[in-house]
């Protein structure tokens, strides 16, 4: 019992900071962010290569 909590305990700022990560990707895509992140990405690579 007391090494699961010990485990527990060590993991779950990052399984917290993974949850909130998922949750703001989802709420992004649900807002529908995702098209204005593709066409940056594709503008800064555009401009990295000579192309934009």
């Known amino acids: 019992m007391i090494r699961i909590r010990r485990w527990l305990l060590s993991r779950a700022p990052g399984l ?13 895509l649900w807002r529908g962010e995702g098209e204005i992140v593709l066409a940056k990405a594709i503008r800064i690579c555009m401009e990295c290569i000579g192309i934009g």
């Not at 917290?16 to 992004?28: D, E, H, K, Q, T």
């Open 16 to 28: 917290c900071a993974a949850l909130l990560g998922i949750f703001m990707m989802i709420y992004g």
